[in-house]
């Protein structure tokens, strides 16, 4: 577990050495989340090594729960260091960008495992992360109607090829909304459940507290620097979605329903050190085919669709659509998808 920890913990203390002192701690966040992490991943290629089906380090939950943890740390130190810190504001500006990729790229990654746990505090966690980035319904829509339906139209958050990102995301954050809130209503309804505790009370109540918690404790700087935490940070969770499942579609057979999900419908990557990063979360195929799995035991196989950069990479290829679309073509061609 030390890789995972190792690459998830470091920008952590970095952002918070410069969310508290500024000067080049910021500088060392960025590039730690930026340069350093795309050149290991280029110049020192390795695999991460595989692990039993189904196994977990004991450390492996509590790093999950750790991060979780880190994450209100990171999100409350910005507005803070804006309010109270009296840095520059280039300073500022660079440490907000390093906790912004931090919450993106580590955070929801994170919180994505902790979602599909068993357990019920660790899903608690992980909905309160998303709770806190805005954007709650991933929870529910994420395990309730993207693994049921990804790779079809009935999916908000699978898109088909041709789209480019900017037309996707609006779609894909408000299909996620309607069709968790129906699906968790409907889940509810069966279970003869009181519609007071649905969890879209939380969802929509929690991030109306957080916004007026961030107003009260750090003032209008604050609150906006808040803001565009949350935002940016769902901005690279409808990125991910983007990038993992563009183009990938399920054929529908002669009885009308889609065909199982396979190791063919979720793009991956191999990039060892982004892996880590991002809690093996580019291990996409195999997380589709094992929910439950931990992240330590994800698996690569050969049969399964490879982007052509590291998954983080990629996303920033994403916001260019000409761009994109020229390099997924090439990829799609090879994993034998044309239409």
């Not at 954050?173 to 968790?180: K, L, Q």
């Amino acid at each position: 577990m030390s890789l995972f920890a190792l690459a998830t913990l470091m920008p952590v203390g970095l952002i918070l050495l410069a969310a508290g002192l500024g000067g080049i701690w910021g500088w060392v966040a960025l590039i730690y989340m930026t340069v350093l992490t795309a050149a290991l991943d280029r110049y020192v290629p390795r695999l991460l090594p595989e692990r039993a089906e189904g196994a977990e380090f004991p450390a492996g939950k509590g790093l999950s729960a750790g991060l979780g943890l880190a994450h209100f740390a990171v999100l409350g130190a910005i507005p803070a260091a804006v309010a109270w810190g009296g840095h520059g504001w280039v300073a500022l500006v660079v440490t907000l960008i390093a906790a912004a990729l931090w919450l993106g790229q580590v955070s929801h990654p994170n919180a994505h495992e902790l979602i599909h746990r068993g357990a019920w505090l660790p899903r608690a966690l992980g909905r309160w992360v998303y709770v806190s980035m805005l954007i709650g319904h991933h929870a529910s829509a994420h395990v309730l109607v993207h693994h049921t339906h990804v790779g079809t139209d009935a999916d908000p958050s699978s898109a088909r090829r041709g789209q480019g990102f900017w037309r996707f995301a609006p779609r894909a954050w408000a299909g996620s909304f309607m069709a968790g809130w129906r699906a968790e209503s409907a889940r509810r309804t069966r279970a003869g459940k009181a519609w007071i505790g649905h969890p879209y009370v939380q969802y929509v109540g929690g991030a109306a507290g957080f916004v007026a918690a961030s107003a009260l404790i750090f003032g209008a700087q604050g609150l906006v620097v808040f803001l565009i935490l949350a935002l940016y940070a769902q901005l690279q969770i409808l990125l991910a979605d983007y990038v993992q499942h563009y183009g990938l579609r399920r054929q529908t057979g002669a009885d009308g329903r889609p065909e199982p999900v396979s190791d063919g419908h979720s793009w991956n990557t191999p990039h060892w050190f982004s892996s880590a990063l991002m809690v093996n979360a580019p291990r996409h195929s195999d997380h589709h085919l094992h929910p439950t799995r931990p992240y330590p035991g994800l698996q690569l196989r050969d049969a399964m669709p490879m982007l052509p950069h590291a998954l983080p990479v990629m996303a920033v290829i994403a916001l260019f659509p000409p761009l994109w679309h020229r390099v997924m073509r090439r990829a799609l061609s090879r994993v034998g998808q044309s239409g």
